[in-house]
């Protein structure tokens, strides 16, 4: 059973850089696809953006190029950098699998989610 | 704004069934076949319910199901149990390597 813990600072300031880290354990990082997920509060799920095991990244547009996934094979982690933080930031994020047994397009694993507040 | 369209709220006594709607368009529900269902109790990691619009994974109870025409993806849970009080999100893939969620929808038991 692939499990997912996501940690790192509860607290950003206006205009620095978020950055999140997700550990892996129960299966390799070395397949599937690698994703980061939101949810601000009161409002729904956003999905952020996602690492394949290759390396190659995608990201949603509305985040205009503000963030970077990268992954660690060696530690069995992958991580989120978001610049240029602002209030509309503030969220539990989320990370997730998928690329599993039921496909690309299922977030069939997650983490429990981690609360990032941005302060200004 | 959430790019697929769900009900803020349902409700259904226990022993209903209650349908959750989640409308997207034809660029993103309406163009694939690639939306799943996520089962969302507070303070918990969500759960993947149901995925390719129709198929439920392993563990889950045939009280879900999935369904969709046109822009617009359907939950169904029959048979309401009281631990199905949960809030629940459709996804579905837009293209390009990108997926896009609704707001999700808080289900009530009565």
């Known amino acids: 059973q692939v499990q997912l813990q996501e940690s790192g600072p509860g607290l950003v300031k206006s205009s620095q850089t978020l950055s999140l880290t997700c550990s892996v354990s129960g299966g390799s990082i070395g397949s599937g696809s690698w994703n980061w997920i939101r949810q601000s509060a009161g409002k729904g799920l956003e999905w952020i953006g996602v690492?394949?095991?290759?390396?190659?990244?995608s990201f949603n547009p509305s985040l205009k190029s503000r963030a970077t996934i990268s992954l660690y094979t060696s530690k069995n982690q992958f991580s989120l950098s978001l610049t240029s933080v602002t209030a509309a930031d503030t969220a539990i994020y989320y990370c997730a699998k998928a690329g599993g047994r039921w496909g690309w397009h299922a977030f069939d694993f997650w983490g429990q989610g981690t609360m990032v507040s941005v302060s200004s | 704004q959430p790019a697929l369209t769900q009900p803020r709220s349902v409700s259904g006594s226990p022993g209903q069934s209650v349908t959750i709607s989640c409308t997207g368009s034809?660029?993103?529900?309406?163009?694939?076949?690639?939306v799943s269902w996520y089962q969302h109790h507070p303070g918990k990691a969500p759960k993947l319910i149901i995925f390719d619009v129709t198929k439920r994974p392993s563990g889950v109870p045939d009280r879900f199901s999935g369904s969709q025409s046109g822009n617009t993806a359907s939950l169904t849970i029959s048979g309401l149990q009281a631990e199905d009080e949960a809030d629940y999100y459709c996804c579905s893939y837009a293209g390009s390597y990108n997926w896009v969620f609704g707001g999700g929808t808080s289900l009530t038991v009565l």
């Open positions: 690492i394949y095991a290759s390396g190659s990244t």
């Open positions: 034809s660029s993103d529900v309406g163009n694939y076949k690639y």
